[in-house]
């Protein structure tokens, strides 16, 4: 069976949904484990945490745009999509990144100043790999036409019905439907 160009653009648009939910997720699980020198766990650090609600935003802003251009039938409506995208992957390489693997002191409750390292944990590759699916499945939406887009809608299967008329058909006896 051959895919049609609304099958494939549903998948793009359920992508790009996953990713956003995927990079959503991120924040909230650990994505930096701090070690002693001995491989100990310290402490671990959630993306949330570190730099607040920006990235949760960002993936709603990116669902919402996605639901707003299927709606319209808009490729251009799914400029904010990639924006959003490239917006987190940023994130992720300026900001996130860089502490993995970088040494310094944490205070911990009674036992005073300890060297710890950053180790990357889940959370920071699920925010990297969110980022790169948005960008990539809203790419690959630019690539569709118009109708192809607004197609996606749920109740769609991608091509235009005319809506019939009912018709009422008379009674049989002549009888207009008046009283008796």
Do not use: C
């Not at 802003?61 to 490239?86: C, F, N």
């Not at 060297?115 to 690959?140: H, K, N, Q, R, Y």
């Amino acid at each position: 069976m051959k895919p049609t160009a609304t099958s494939t653009a549903r998948l793009a648009a359920v992508t790009v949904l996953l990713g956003a939910g995927v990079t959503i997720a991120s924040q909230f699980v650990a994505a930096y484990v701090l070690e002693d020198p001995f491989g100990l766990a310290i402490e671990t650090v959630t993306l949330f945490e570190k730099h607040g609600p920006f990235v949760v935003l960002a993936s709603l802003v990116a669902i919402g745009a996605l639901i707003w251009a299927v709606l319209a039938g808009s490729r251009q409506a799914l400029i904010p999509v990639l924006g959003m995208g490239i917006a987190i992957v940023l994130v992720f390489l300026l900001i996130d990144l860089p502490d993995a693997g970088e040494t310094g002191l944490f205070d911990t409750p009674g036992a005073g100043n300890l060297d710890s390292t950053g180790v990357g944990a889940a959370g920071l590759w699920l925010e990297m790999v969110g980022g790169l699916v948005v960008i990539l499945g809203s790419i690959s939406l630019m690539t569709l036409d118009s109708r192809t887009i607004e197609s996606i809608r749920p109740g769609r299967n991608g091509t235009r019905r005319k809506r019939r008329k009912s018709r009422v058909n008379p009674p049989a006896t002549g009888r207009t439907g008046g009283r008796r």
